[in-house]
């Protein structure tokens, strides 16, 4: 950023495109030059580095001293874009709106795909961690002129999958029945059922109950599962029969 900043001091009316190519090459980095409103152009250096599976950019401004209006430099121009809250898995609607001629949308996320005609973007927030999210969107018009806004998401979505208890360690005896009640927490207070992954015995799919007369001893790690509409969670049950 220094370089460049510096080679606008030097030639403050001028865009080094070149200067910012050089640099791109020698650093292994990408680059996007979008012309805004009021003489200010974006630079958006993009790393191959990424943080929480989105791709590192660093952006910054320079405002140049053309007297061009922006009807004369054809200047593509986002809406600025309010921050978006999210507390549910619900669909999310956004139309994107830019002013300029024959404009294409572009995202750099993998979140979702903008409509590249319309500027719209539809998706559902699943998988995505809670936190803040900050995503460039570009439109370019036939031209190539270009304009960058960024979308920021504020994730905060309730976990509504069940939380089953803490199990423990386990004893059982062989040749006496072995009772055990797995206990589950739902924020939805709704269960899709229960499972097992051993053969020893079958847990009650409905109510969680463990109820069997072991015959051979051993040492065994189970894992139990509980599911309901919005997900599932498990933990594991070690049980010594002896």
């Known amino acids: 950023m220094i370089e460049i900043t510096n080679q606008h001091e030097t030639n403050p009316n001028f865009v080094n495109v070149g200067k910012v190519s050089f640099l791109a090459y020698e650093n292994n980095f990408q680059y996007e030059i979008g012309h805004l409103k009021d003489n200010y152009v974006l630079y958006s250096l993009i790393f191959n580095e990424s943080i929480n599976n989105e791709p590192f950019i660093y ?30 898995e619900d669909l999310i609607n956004y139309h994107v709106r830019a002013y300029g001629n024959n404009l294409t949308f572009y995202d750099y996320t993998d979140l979702f795909d903008i409509e590249k005609s319309s500027g719209y973007i539809r998706f559902y927030p699943t998988d995505i961690g809670n936190g803040k999210k900050h995503l460039l969107i570009k439109a370019i018009d036939s031209f190539g002129n270009e304009g960058y806004e960024y979308l920021t998401l504020n994730v905060n979505i309730t976990d509504k999958s069940p939380v089953i208890e803490p199990i423990g360690n386990n004893r059982c005896y062989v040749g006496q029945e072995c009772l055990f009640q797995i206990n589950v927490t739902s924020p939805e207070g709704e269960y899709l059922g229960f499972l097992d992954d051993t053969t020893l015995f079958d847990i009650h799919p409905l109510r969680g109950m463990i109820n069997f007369t072991p015959t051979t001893k051993g040492n065994y790690s189970i894992k139990i599962t509980a599911v309901n509409l919005y997900g599932h969670s498990f933990e594991n049950m070690r049980l010594e029969i002896i």
């Open 59 to 88: 952006s910054f401004m320079i405002r140049y001293n053309w007297n061009q209006t922006p009807e004369e430099k054809n200047i593509v121009f986002i809406e600025p874009i309010p921050e978006i809250n999210i507390t549910s």
